[in-house]
């Protein structure tokens, strides 16, 4: 009886102490590839295996601390799924936060630098980092309401939580166990040179990986559990020499940011699992699915050991009633105060009214428009947005941390192209921020073909409804005799030179969070020279159209593309109603008198008319590889002849269906009154790299007709269609487009032409537009 009673108490004891082991998991980094930790979590849920302790790094730590935050696996998986999660790691937000408003005109800018005033003129270039804008609001959505629950405290999560951070100044790995959820796992993914470090006690910090990238040392010092599961997904061990550059990129990239990590650190009462992720890239977060499924495949293929030296499980309905539980301490989040700093008291009050509201508190979309308000503003350099709890009023504090912009930013550009259309870009922008923005600027373009100088000034007003106002003062310049020689001279070529000036009062306002409204007043001054017959000698003098006068205009923008040249997503509105009054002085040269025997008569005439015209361009269908996008175009004018056939053509609104148009004088798309549409077919065949066929028709309601040697007069109503098309390659390098095609214009002097260029094919608006 007595053995019996021992027999039962040792068996007893055995119970217990099976019944509290714990397991700790340890996750670590890998830059992408940390997304097959999901498949871990999936693979030990579903096998009732507990998880009571976590520590990670890097993309482990975002796994796991949402875990800790009381996410499912599912939930975690959908997120990683979404669309939402792709625009977080390259650095993209959603057009609806855009606030296209504050958007500055597109130019070729291909590289830029930034100085700062002082004493000193420091020099400085910005670094290729990934834009951290929607990551920091995102990771502020999954993890503040979390943070708040366990007082910032990781012990009081659903599940107690570890990350790794690295201080490179001292070159120490730091374990982070309190204080903003959200900022810990922001700072263990710093990895340098992708995304900006952040401040955590004063210190910079940098991606936990490079000095503790499996933290499962952590595990046991911090927790001590009975067993460790560790999920290792970053292998530095290759067994081929990569022959890709962009794997050799990789490969030395997890080489250079991520310490080695040890499998016998999970000890002798552990497991160690190892995905084969060798085909997946450490910087490429396209194959989630796959990448989850391999972190579920390499874990269900230690089940079995896991099992057989786990003996505790938590069953699901233990564990959805721990979630509820945690997930049930979260407040809702309303926000009574914006605080701002690392600006001085003008400044602080200018991004303050940007968050104006009549009601006393905030909701998270609120805060999110003002947020998005506040970084598509070109005044600041870097804004860090935190969030942190009021237990006296239940209600949390949405804080900004805000870094002004570098006063002066250049810009270089341009494009380098096989047609002598060529130039280089240099754009100076000045930023000075108080109880207002502004913003002053200037820009030069020179080449062969086109020279253009502008300055610019503007003023925003940071009002519950935003406003701005403007001033432009454009001269540009285009000879389209240079762009008709190509790689031998051109049989037929344009003798056309134009310049056109203009002065441009602008006030804008914002419609929605990327459209804007805005009407101007312009005195314009264009100056066209032509041959009226066609023919041009030396000695010869061209004819002379000069039209000086009045332009005023109301114009609706709404812009989502993700490009601002070959976009592939998107869509862009361009409407404008706008009244001209001018004067049209014509003098004419000597080819007339010297081809003819006629002698033109100078003239003078006033000219009024009023326009309207909008454009539209989207791109709604999208497959794995392939995109379709259309647009549609139309003018409608009351616009009359100018004095000759020239002068009435230059004049005209055009249609600039290709990428080369605007530096080709097409005589068959111009009209006063036209409608025109597109299809763009857009085959992705690598990465950055696609195939674009694209075709186009233009229809215009009267086209322009010579009659005899320079009158001008109208042909029959809807009487041709006119067509153009490109077929041609296209890469996004860091640069800017290259871009290699086939073009085809149904126009008389210009039909075919093959074109490479590299770089943007943009210009300033011309006064008329």
Known sequence: MRYKSILILLLFISCIQLKAQKVGLVLSGGGAKGLAHIGTLKALEENKIPIDYITGTSMGAIVGAMYAAGYSPAQIEKIALSEDFQNWVSGRYQSDYSFYFQKSPPNPTAITAKMAIDTSLRLSFRPNL?????????????????????????????VPFRCMVSDILSQKSITVANGSLTEAVRASMSVPLVYRPIKLDEQFVFDGGIYNNFPADIMKKEFNPDFIIGANVSSKTFNEYPKDDD????????????????????????????????????????????????????????????????????????????????NSKKSELIFNNIIVKGVNSQQRKYVERLFKSDNESFNLADIKRGYYKLVADEVFEAIYPKITYDANTDSYNFEIVA?????????????????????VYLGIQYN???????????????????????????????????????????????????????????????????????????????????????LNAAFINNSDNYSPTGDFVVGDILDRTVLNGFRTGLTFEKNSLNRKQYATAGRSIYATVNFTTAKENYTPGNIAKKSAGLIPLA???????????????????????????????????????????????????????????????????????????GIKNIINLHKKFDLRVEGYVFLPYQEFKKIGLQQVGFENTISKWRYAGTTGLVYQSPLGPISFSYNLYDDTKRRHSVLLHIGYLIYNKRSLE
């Open 130 to 158: 990934v834009n951290d804008i929607p990551l920091n609001f995102a990771l502020l959505e999954l993890f503040s309401q979390a943070s708040a629950a366990a007082k910032d405290n990781f012990n009081n999560l659903m």
């Open 247 to 326: 794997r050799i990129v990789n490969r030395f990239f997890i080489y250079m940011f991520l310490a080695k990590s040890d499998s016998t650190l999970v000890g002798k009462n552990g497991i160690y699992i190892e995905p084969n992720l060798a085909d997946y890239s450490a910087t490429n977060f396209t194959p989630v699915a796959a990448l989850i499924k391999q972190g579920y495949d390499a874990t269900m293929a230690e089940m079995d050991k896991i099992k057989a030296r786990v003996k505790s499980r938590i069953s699901n309905k233990e564990l959805q009633k721990k979630r509820i539980s945690f």
């Open 403 to 423: 870094q002004p912009k570098k006063s002066l930013k250049i810009d270089f550009g341009g494009n380098i192209s096989s047609r002598p259309i060529s130039n």
């Open 432 to 518: 000075y921020l108080n109880r207002k923005a502004y913003t002053f600027a200037t820009n030069f373009y020179s080449g062969r073909f086109y020279e253009s100088a502008q300055l610019s000034g503007r003023i925003d007003y940071p009002s519950k409804l935003p406003l701005f106002l403007g001033a432009e003062l454009t001269y540009n310049h285009w000879n389209y005799y240079s762009t008709s020689k190509i790689f031998v001279e051109n049989p037929s070529p344009v003798y056309i030179d134009q310049a056109d000036r203009k002065i441009d009062l602008k006030f804008g306002m914002p419609l929605n969070k990327n459209a804007r409204m805005i």
């Open 603 to 677: 003239s003078g005439n006033f000219r009024q008319w009023f326009q309207a015209r909008v454009a539209y361009e989207n791109y709604g269908l999208h497959t794995k590889r392939y995109t379709l996008g259309y647009s549609l175009e139309a003018a409608v004018s009351n616009q009359p002849l100018f004095s000759n056939y020239y002068a009435t053509l230059l004049a005209a609104p055009a249609f600039y269906p290709l990428q080369d148009s605007r530096s080709t004088f097409l005589t068959n798309f111009r009209a006063f009154n036209y409608a025109a549409a």
